[in-house]
């Protein structure tokens, strides 16, 4: 008998298979890790602006930045 030193197609295709199997248990892991870290990020960035907006208070004597919505330049669409 002669010894084989190459893969057969099956093999290959076998293998394959299994790469794209663990490919697709682990894509929703990695998608859920994403929105996660978005998350964070978020929360993060709104912890640091109520901080700054303390902390300008403390130096205003106890008053807050003022909004600058203005709902009548909202409302114009012309």
């Known amino acids: 008998m002669s010894r084989r030193t ?3 197609l099956v093999e290959l295709l076998v293998v394959i298979g299994i790469i794209a199997l663990l490919i697709a248990i682990l894509l929703p892991a990695l998608q859920k890790a994403r ?3 978005v998350r964070v990020q978020c ?3 709104m ?3 109520l901080t700054a907006v303390h902390a300008y208070a403390a130096e205003h004597n ?3 930045p003022a ?3 203005d709902e009548y330049r909202a409302r114009d669409t012309t």
Do not use: D, I, P
């Open 67 to 69: 909004g600058t919505f």
């Open 43 to 45: 929360l993060s960035h």
């Open 62 to 64: 106890g008053w807050y």
């Open 6 to 8: 190459a893969f057969t």
């Open 35 to 37: 929105e996660s870290a």
């Open 47 to 49: 912890r640091q602006t």
